[in-house]
């Protein structure tokens, strides 16, 4: 049996036959009877539903099965077809006959439904503890909160009882918990993964979020499960996510100025994410600091304002005729929304599209921003006490993304002198998922301890996971006043063009100074060629064609070998170009060339 349930270590034990799904299935069963008190599940796992599951997939085996035998745990707001959603509201409890969009994806690509998990009753709290079916608890002290609504979702997997879970993230559900457990915890742009099939919170502005062990993992469920569903009047199809910063040797991030961090007294946390902006740093990230005051204007919004009476709507026929099947914090947070007026919601409307324009503003200056997913974590005593002060505390951080439409993922930054888990969040504009996980994956690779409480992270050999949304970008090799802080950069930074990497052509170039004396040309010979120096930059593939357009003759773009092998799109001139040109091949790039040509004139 792998030590470990990641994706990685349980597909090359099903690979080499090493480990078959009805292992797996008992080895869980057997895990799971470890934790009688966590009060993690609402439906448990059932012997006989997950052997039958097993025995289906080993009938059929891996060929076409991206999550063969990959076990998942799902949050009891969530469909699963013939299992009772209950919302962690008994009485509103029914029995689907069909399974969510988003599970149907993941059972089509071989994975294992283990069990419906516990939650902040109808996904209403960040804390965990608003359930009849009792408190969920912290997977490294349970005298601590979980974490929630999405509570049992992250327990489930920081314990090793499943490899992911899928959990849902209104205004932090998705997040919190994972930093609490330890746990990488993408929030997708809202619509990218269908909400058909799940009990809405707030429907304008739900999102199924994902629970896992490392960030290939969240990308390998995030590109199965994504999907634009026509059952979903809120789906939307995934667009190109531009400059992959994620992937680039140098990129920026905005954090939000000290006088906007709130840690609640909670110096150790304070540390931690001081800690965690010096990895960003170490990573290649150039620290831009941010006026944070409009995005925590914004996060009141959520709960100060009218979007509460979207949480009233989600259950209004049920919590007019049962107020009292309500757990009492919940009632009350909910029979909240039935007090704001239309007026109210249109006005709220208008403040959130002036805070959107102003919040905005930080992407012209950074790529990402990062801030604490919480400032601190509590007692569950401390949680009870104060219920409602409490979890507004936890969504500080949190209930502004939906609201601005951003993506974000919450990842593991490092522990406490008491051993628990403190965690940082990474956010961009919408769309750009992919680009965070590629980010949160390099991330990982420098935390020390591993992720979950009892599982370990996949080593930094870890097998790349294809990309499950284009770039839209385009890239070209630029040898001559292209190149940085030379005159016609500008045609490229104008563009949003960004520096991907400073390279050299492979061998097999000669390199002419054009006779007007401003511009080289790049020719490929047969032989007597060399390296030449270069660039590559990337630039959006809308903007490309004006850029190729403004190149004039003899100059062009076709394919250039860099010195790695590969092949890019880059400046080469035409064979009539170079008569009357001069050879600087020996000089072995532009900008040696120029600087020769200064010393001569001097």
């Avoid at 063969?68 to 006959?97: E, L, Q």
Wanted: charged fraction near 20%; glycine fraction near 10%.
């Amino acid at each position: 049996m792998p030590t470990s349930l990641t994706f990685s270590a349980l597909l090359s034990a099903y690979r080499t036959h090493a480990l078959t799904p009805t292992a797996l299935v008992e080895e869980l069963l057997a895990r799971n009877a470890r934790y009688p008190d966590h009060a993690i599940w609402i439906t448990p796992p059932e012997r006989g539903r997950l052997l039958a599951r097993a025995r289906e997939l080993e009938a059929r085996g891996m060929d076409g099965l991206p999550l063969y035998g990959i076990p998942f745990a799902i949050k009891d707001n969530i469909d699963v077809a013939d299992v009772p959603t209950t919302c962690a509201c008994p009485s509103f409890a029914y029995t689907p006959r069909q399974s969510a969009t988003v599970v149907q994806r993941l059972l089509d690509a071989g994975a294992i439904p283990v069990g419906k998990t516990n939650l902040d009753q109808f996904a209403t709290g960040l804390n965990g503890t608003r359930s009849p079916y009792g408190a969920c608890r912290n997977a490294f002290n349970p005298d601590y909160i979980s974490g929630g609504s999405s509570a049992g979702s992250a327990v489930s997997v920081a314990l090793g009882l499943a490899s992911f879970s899928l959990g849902t993230d209104t205004a932090g559900s998705g997040r919190v918990p994972a930093a609490f457990n330890n746990l990488v915890g993408l929030k997708p742009t809202c619509g990218l993964l269908s909400t058909h099939g799940v009990v809405p919170a707030c429907r304008s502005l739900d999102v199924v979020s994902i629970f896992a062990l490392c960030a290939e993992d969240a990308q390998q469920v995030f590109g199965v499960a994504l999907s634009e569903d026509p059952a979903d009047p809120y789906s939307r199809a995934a667009q190109p996510h531009g400059f992959d910063f994620g992937h680039a040797p140098r990129f920026r991030f905005g954090v939000p100025a000290r006088k906007d961090l709130e840690f609640f007294g909670d110096a150790e946390s304070a540390a931690l994410f001081d800690d965690a902006v010096a990895r960003l740093r170490d990573l290649g990230g150039e620290e831009v600091d941010l006026d944070f005051a409009p995005f925590i204007d914004t996060a009141r919004l959520l709960y100060g304002g009218p979007w509460v009476a979207e949480r009233y709507q989600a259950i209004r026929a049920f919590i007019d005729a049962q107020p009292e099947a309500l757990f009492p914090v919940t009632r009350d947070i909910t029979l909240g929304g039935a007090k704001p007026l239309a007026a109210d919601a249109f006005a709220a409307q208008y403040r959130l599209r002036d805070l959107k324009r102003v919040c905005d503003r930080v992407w012209k200056d950074v790529d990402c921003v990062i801030t604490p997913t919480a400032g601190t974590i509590y007692t569950r005593a401390e949680m009870l006490a104060e219920p409602i002060a409490r979890n507004t505390d936890l969504g500080l951080y949190t209930n502004f993304m939906n609201l601005l439409d951003y993506a974000a993922i919450a990842v593991p930054a490092g522990f406490r002198g008491d051993g628990l888990p403190f965690g940082a969040t990474l956010f961009a504009p919408a769309h750009q998922d992919v680009p965070l996980l590629h980010l949160a994956a390099r991330w990982q690779r420098t935390i020390e301890r591993p992720c979950g409480a009892v599982e370990t992270t996949p080593s930094a050999q870890s097998p790349a996971v294809p990309s499950p949304v284009p770039s839209g970008q385009m890239r070209v090799a630029v040898v001559g006043a292209h190149l940085s802080g030379l005159p016609l950069n500008g045609q490229l930074t104008s563009r949003g063009g960004r520096l991907v990497v400073e390279t050299r052509t492979a061998p097999g170039y000669r390199f002419y100074a054009l006779p007007d004396g401003k511009r080289p040309g790049l020719i490929r010979v047969a032989s007597g060629g060399a390296s030449i120096a270069c660039e590559v930059w990337e630039l959006p593939a809308s903007t490309f064609g004006s850029f190729v357009a403004g190149i004039p003759a003899p100059l062009g773009i076709g394919s250039v070998m860099l010195e790695d092998g590969s092949a890019v799109a880059g400046f080469i001139c035409e064979g009539i170009g170079i008569e009357g040109a001069r050879d600087i091949t020996a000089f072995g790039g532009w900008r040696a060339y120029l600087a020769a040509a200064a010393a001569t004139a001097a």
